[in-house]
């Protein structure tokens, strides 16, 4: 009975670890195309040339130097021409005739040029500001995808060391039973601890199916085998440098820099609403030649007016209202995204410090407790130590090894979330 339920477990695992393979080879074993650089940073460039801001953005840059080309031209709008013809042969046909053509030329008002260059500017600002924030948005669903896939497989890789270790255990503990060396209560007690370990094994492994599908929406199938993931401990990202007063850190954080260029993109159009007062002035020349009867020479003049329409309260009104509503918004944005990057950046300081101190003390953790296992393993071998005593040193030290390796991710994660909060893209 005890070798059937032996041979099912491992047919079981043999089963669920080729479907492991199956799904995780192209990410685990795949040769990466971008061998010069970090798991990591190559899994963010993969995923970022995927993304809908990546592939807009060209055209989003020649739409806002197209803006300040129009901004910095010298008629607020294109010139017109207007063209009449004036005849009486449909009538008294006496040859009378004349030919008006006209000239339509749009004109600046006060101010409204220099400040509709300076609107321009301050958009092509914020969208390089914005196109950043998109990048850290990417990279931060990166880092998670990325640092819970490689959690996820260690506790598998764990887990079916875990379920090795019972197996022998159990086929050890069975001879001795047969052997008459120990009872069936011990024999009970090594096939529970080895039915419990293929659970935990199953459950882990299920887990990296979950995180490898999480990376498959990320990467896509075309970018799929060109990451090779490699080890977890090699792809931890550097350290940042952090001053000790953080208010130096002010205008450097991304989301800080692009609420200061919001901020100023509303001020500019607040300045352009103040001097579009009303529509455009307009310069007129015309021309007319022309005559009234047949033999009578033909006569040309020359007129110049300008336009100007009225202006509207109502309508200046409603622009100002907005921009200043903008302003008052950016402000309180601001405000509020500074003090919370900030503290942010705090925050992950001290995570981080208490990360590495807890990945100094599981290490600690792990080498005493598989010293321990070693030296209770002998002494079992040699019916020096009953098995309860022997599965509960078993169990210390696999809970000290998955400790010890989540310690590890745990540092990796930390740093990478100090990384991000600093506004650094995946190195």
Same mark, same amino acid.
């Given at each position: 009975? *005890? ?34 650089? *970090? ?8 995923? !970022? ?26 008629? @607020? ?11 009486? $042969? ?19 008002? !006060? ?9 321009? =500017? /301050? ?23 990325? !640092? ?59 887990? @990296? ?6 990376? +498959? ?10 990451? %090779?993931? &490699?080890?977890?401990?090699? #792809? ?8 000790? #007063? ?28 103040? *001097? ?9 020349? !015309? ?7 047949? &033999?009578?020479?033909?006569? %040309? ?5 300008? +336009? ?14 907005? /921009?200043?509503?903008?302003?008052? =918004? ?13 503290? #942010?950046?705090? *925050? ?25 296992? %070693? ?16 599965? $509960? ?35």
């Amino acid at each position: 009975m *005890s070798r059937e339920y032996l041979d099912a477990a491992c047919r079981c695992v043999i089963q669920l670890t080729g479907l492991i393979f199956l799904l995780g080879s192209p990410i685990a074993l795949a040769n990466g195309e971008r061998k010069g650089e *970090s798991a990591l940073k190559a899994f963010y460039e993969s995923s !970022w040339e995927r993304q809908p801001d990546y592939r807009a953005y060209q055209y989003r840059v020649e739409a806002a130097l197209a803006k300040q080309k129009i901004a910095s031209s010298l008629l @607020v709008s294109p010139a017109s021409v207007e063209v009449s013809q004036k005849t009486d $042969r449909a009538n008294s046909n006496q040859g009378a005739s004349e030919t008006i053509l006209g000239l339509g030329i749009p004109l600046w008002l !006060w101010n409204e040029r220099s400040s509709s260059i300076n609107l321009a =500017d /301050a958009e092509y600002k914020k969208l390089m500001s914005q196109y950043y924030l998109a990048q850290l948005k990417i990279a931060a669903e990166v880092r998670d995808t990325y !640092w819970n896939y490689q959690r996820s497989k260690i506790e598998s890789d764990l887990a079916l060391r875990r379920f090795e270790n019972a197996k022998t255990l159990a086929m050890d503990v069975e001879k001795r039973f047969k052997a008459g060396d120990l009872s069936r209560a011990d024999l009970h007690q090594a096939n529970g601890a080895l039915a419990s370990s293929e659970a935990f094994l199953v459950e882990a492994q299920a887990n @990296v199916i979950n995180a490898e599908q999480r990376v +498959r929406s990320l990467l896509g199938s075309e970018n799929l085998k060109k990451i %090779q993931f &490699g080890d977890a401990t090699k #792809n931890i990202e550097p350290v940042p440098k952090v001053p000790e #007063n953080l208010s130096g850190l002010d205008s450097s954080l991304p989301i800080v820099a692009a609420l200061m260029d919001q901020l100023e993109v509303a001020r500019k159009a607040l300045d352009l609403a103040k *001097s579009q007062t009303r529509a455009s002035p307009e310069l007129q020349i !015309w021309t007319t030649k022309g005559r009234e009867v047949y &033999g009578v020479p033909y006569q %040309q003049s020359v007129a110049i007016g300008l +336009r100007i329409p009225f202006g509207s309260d109502a309508r200046n009104a409603n622009r100002l209202a907005s /921009a200043t509503a903008e302003i008052v =918004d950016s402000e309180v944005r601001l405000a509020y995204e500074r003090e919370s990057a900030l503290s #942010n950046v705090e *925050s992950n300081i001290a995570l981080v410090k208490s990360a590495q101190l807890k990945l100094s003390a599981a290490d600690k953790r792990s080498t005493l407790a598989n010293e321990t296992r %070693q030296f209770f393993e002998k002494s079992f071998r040699f019916g020096e130590t009953d098995l309860p005593t022997r599965l $509960r040193i078993e169990i210390e030290a696999v809970d000290a090894n998955r400790q010890a390796a989540v310690a590890k991710i745990n540092y990796a994660v930390a740093v990478s979330n100090l990384r991000q909060a600093l506004g650094l893209l995946p190195e």
